[in-house]
């Protein structure tokens, strides 16, 4: 079943065609997948929906002044992935969906991000994938405690002439976290990394050891101002607009 919703909306300059792009939607039951994709393709909000109907939906959008034809699929498996090849072999890009309101959600997301891992290395094709908290507006109901997400947190920084070391070893001594001096990572047992100005380069073996990848936060809108001081030049050239760019880091093949 396909339903089609909206025009193209306006954007400027010469009107190429359409890229065509496949989203899926991804989480189990009650996450909220429905009411999201309606909401997003409609601005209406739907308060009731059938959650054993899957459906496709299309819409014409413009990002970027470019127009897309975006298909998005809302897929209503019961509580954990099955016959996933229908949307792992269609879709270019994943939303995995858990309800703000339910730990049990946000648990079963996980099934998802490692179904996706997996397929990623069978097929050697990396898809966009991102996890998103659905129901904001229940925030007073979660059970998803912000210190029962993160079980373990630690600090790697680059060494500093200064004996108390770069503002963040201080805060992360302050905050009675663990902290290390490059090349020291600790146990080196994660599941996720987060690099921000670190300047070095990270090692294959060392990208690999972190099963859900790692996130490089560069303080830039990219291609603009690549390098080590993106804030520095943003500033000396009297930049009104900028922003921050999150790349995944990945081994050089």
Known sequence: MSSVFGKARAGSGPQSAPLEVNLAILG????????????????RFISEYDPNLEDTYSSEETVDHQPVHLRVMDTADPDTP????????????????YSMDSRQSFEDSSSYLELLALHAKETQRSSPALLLGNKLDMAQYRENKEEE????????????????????????????????????????????????????????????????????????????????????????????????TIMQIRPKR
């Not at 189990?28 to 601005?43: D, H, I, M, Y």
């Open 28 to 43: 189990r039951r009650g996450a909220g997948k429905s009411a999201l994709t309606v909401k997003f393709l409609t601005r």
């Open 82 to 97: 099955r016959n996933c090849e229908r949307y792992l072999n269609w879709a270019h890009a994943f939303l995995v969906v």
């Open 149 to 244: 997400l993160i079980e373990n947190l630690e600090v790697v920084t680059v060494p500093s002439p200064s004996p108390k070391g770069l503002p963040v070893k201080q805060y992360a001594v302050q905050s009675q976290l663990p902290v290390y001096e490059w090349p020291d990572v600790g146990s080196g047992e994660y599941d996720v990394g987060v690099v921000a100005s670190f300047g070095r380069l990270l090692s294959e073996a060392l990208i690999l050891k972190f099963p859900y990848g790692m996130l490089n936060v560069h303080p830039s809108c990219l291609p603009r101002w690549r390098g080590p001081a993106p804030i520095i030049h943003t500033v000396l050239h009297g930049d009104t607009i900028t922003g921050v």
